[in-house]
């Protein structure tokens, strides 16, 4: 198949987002917003680097790239509505495994009304999926990293550490029982992006969000600095699934921090607020916990900490952490 017939096998025969007013088949799309914001997103995805053929079908790596992306919007408070794609094509694929990367974005753009309005094939030695995003939200309610307050509560969704665990029942296998195997791989191949918790919180006047991409240390800590404030996470109070630390004892600690690609969302709201989240994560039958408290910070710059058994350690970025000397 040629470039041009594949366009033409990947444009929608109609549109779901009525701002579109050009979609794909002319040198650029355009779109008309109707009194928003609009939000929008890049990010790359590498085999070797971020994800391996090993362990992902091209379904998969077409499905988690964009559910990488909208993960991000999700964490703006974003409304997804469009993505351009862009795929370096190595020597070795044939067009079915295009089609399939192609059929993976396609299966979840559809669960948010989102149209592909682009993108451009090329050849080249390694497969590269970079994947541009475009959202709305209304005026003036972008959810940011910089929002966290002292006596803020600091919460996340879902269960952590579930992706790491399941590439390592891909790459090692494991004694976990098929059923809950299963679980862990799909939640490694084919994220959910909480975008419709995103959405459910609108009504919540003040929020920070961040989107748990590169794990729970680094996001804290992102918002942390962005902030300007301490935050303190409680390690009893942090949600894991069962399996992931009967299985992988060893390691939960570290993959509940760091793992990272869970693409759940950490934020932090006022105590007073608190309630509506828990509201809004019923409404669309998410979990989510409550993992620890904002407070001023206490030094030139800003910490993130963790307790646990009347212990309290620094947490950095990478998720390594070292005990604070008695009386910090």
């Known amino acids: 198949m040629d470039e041009f017939s594949f366009i033409r096998s990947i444009a929608p025969s109609a549109y779901q987002q009525s701002s579109i007013i050009k979609g794909i088949g002319d040198d650029?799309?355009?779109?008309?917003?109707?009194g928003q914001d609009v939000v929008t997103a890049v990010d790359t995805m590498v085999d070797g680097v971020h994800f391996s053929l090993e362990t992902m079908k091209p379904y998969h790596i077409g499905y988690r790239a964009l559910a990488a992306n909208i993960s991000d919007l999700a964490a703006m408070g974003s409304v997804p509505a469009f993505y351009l794609v862009s795929v370096v094509v190595p020597p070795e694929w044939n067009s079915t495994g295009l089609e399939e990367l192609y059929r993976g974005m396609k299966d979840l753009a559809a669960?948010?009304?989102m149209d592909v309005i682009g993108g451009d094939t090329v050849s080249g030695s390694e497969l590269?999926?970079?994947i541009t995003v475009i959202g709305y939200v209304?005026?003036?309610k972008g959810r940011y990293r910089s929002d966290a307050r002292a006596g803020d509560v600091v919460f996340v969704t879902g269960t952590l550490g579930d992706s790491r665990a399941g590439?390592?029942?891909?790459l090692k296998g494991s004694t976990v029982n098929d059923e809950e195997k299963t679980f862990l791989i799909h939640r490694h191949q084919m994220p959910e992006p909480r975008a419709s918790f995103a959405q459910a919180l609108a009504g919540v006047e003040r929020l920070a969000l961040n989107d748990i991409s590169d794990g729970m240390a680094?996001?804290?800590?992102e918002i942390a600095e962005a902030s300007e404030v301490d935050i303190h996470l409680e390690k009893e109070q942090i949600p894991f699934t069962p399996t992931v630390k009967e299985f992988f004892s060893d390691y939960y600690d570290e993959w509940m921090l760091a793992g990272g690609e869970d693409f759940e969302l950490m934020g932090t709201v006022s105590a007073e607020e608190w309630p509506e989240v828990i509201k809004a994560?019923?409404?669309?039958?998410?979990k989510v916990s409550k993992v620890g408290i904002v407070k001023e910070k206490q030094k030139d710059n800003p910490m993130v900490y963790l307790h646990?058994?009347?212990t309290k350690r620094v947490v950095t970025k990478t998720g390594y952490t070292h005990l604070t000397k008695k009386g910090e």
């Open 28 to 34: 650029a799309a355009v779109f008309r917003p109707s």
């Open 111 to 113: 669960q948010y009304r």
């Open 128 to 130: 590269s999926v970079s």
């Open 138 to 140: 209304d005026k003036d």
């Open 167 to 170: 590439l390592e029942c891909l």
């Open 218 to 221: 680094n996001e804290a800590n």
């Open 281 to 286: 994560a019923d409404r669309v039958g998410l």
């Open 308 to 310: 646990e058994q009347g």
